[in-house]
């Protein structure tokens, strides 16, 4: 009888072992949804900030509009420091903002906003409606976002697991300009 309990405890160990592993899987797909909702929930509060900036200063709306192959964010030629006021003002802070600028790790590093985080201003073609598009770098890969805005500067370079835009995460809004100027 000693022999059957002795494998009784190893039967159990071995099962023990097995869901503690499944945990801690679950544990790190976990962490990755999280890092990617707290990425989105950026966004939306960079595509509020630039949208509230567009709509505040609508009489220049279209000196907003930036290339879609060169979005201001990671990479871009921005100042770090901006002054003025207008567009130019608008598009440093904004910059600054997809950077991460508003918050810095304990070694002066930016960790304010999402990993790779660019933005693009596009005109619709009707004067009065822009596209704002932010656009980041995801953990796992999903499937290429339509929009162009950053199109490509995604891949991994290692080819292995975010080839073509897979890991682009991509959030727009439109915003329409009123004609306020009276009959």
């Given at each position: 009888?000693?022999?059957?309990?002795?494998?009784?405890?190893?039967?159990?160990?071995?099962i023990?072992?097995?869901?503690?592993?499944?945990l801690?899987?679950?544990?790190?797909?976990?962490?990755?949804?999280?890092?990617?909702?707290?990425?989105?929930?950026?966004?939306?509060?960079?595509?509020?900030?630039m949208?509230?900036?567009?709509?505040?200063n609508?009489?220049?709306a279209?000196?907003?509009?930036?290339?879609?192959?060169d979005?201001l964010g990671?990479?871009?030629?921005?100042?770090?420091?901006?002054?003025?006021?207008?567009?130019?003002?608008?598009?440093?802070l904004?910059?600054?903002?997809?950077?991460?600028a508003a918050?810095?790790?304990?070694?002066?590093?930016?960790?304010?906003?999402?990993?790779?985080?660019r933005?693009?201003i596009?005109?619709?073609?009707?004067?009065?409606q822009y596209?704002?598009?932010?656009?980041w770098?995801?953990?796992?890969?999903?499937?290429?976002?339509?929009?162009?805005?950053?199109?490509?500067?995604?891949?991994?370079?290692?080819?292995?697991?975010?080839?073509?835009?897979?890991?682009?995460?991509?959030?727009?809004?439109?915003?329409?300009?009123?004609n306020?100027?009276?009959?």
């Amino acid at each position: 009888m000693r022999g059957v309990s002795l494998i009784e405890v190893l039967v159990t160990t071995v099962i023990l072992a097995v869901g503690l592993l499944g945990l801690a899987g679950l544990q790190v797909r976990l962490q990755s949804a999280e890092l990617e909702s707290y990425q989105r929930a950026q966004a939306i509060i960079l595509l509020d900030s630039m949208s509230d900036r567009l709509s505040a200063n609508r009489a220049n709306a279209a000196s907003y509009v930036t290339s879609t192959t060169d979005p201001l964010g990671v990479g871009d030629s921005q100042p770090t420091s901006c002054s003025g006021g207008g567009q130019v003002y608008d598009a440093c802070l904004w910059s600054n903002a997809l950077k991460g600028a508003a918050e810095q790790s304990s070694s002066s590093t930016n960790v304010g906003a999402m990993i790779g985080a660019r933005g693009c201003i596009e005109d619709l073609g009707t004067g009065d409606q822009y596209m704002i598009t932010v656009v980041w770098q995801g953990m796992n890969p999903i499937a290429a976002p339509a929009s162009s805005c950053g199109a490509g500067l995604y891949d991994d370079s290692t080819g292995t697991k975010c080839i073509n835009d897979l890991c682009r995460r991509t959030m727009s809004t439109i915003v329409r300009i009123a004609n306020l100027a009276s009959p």
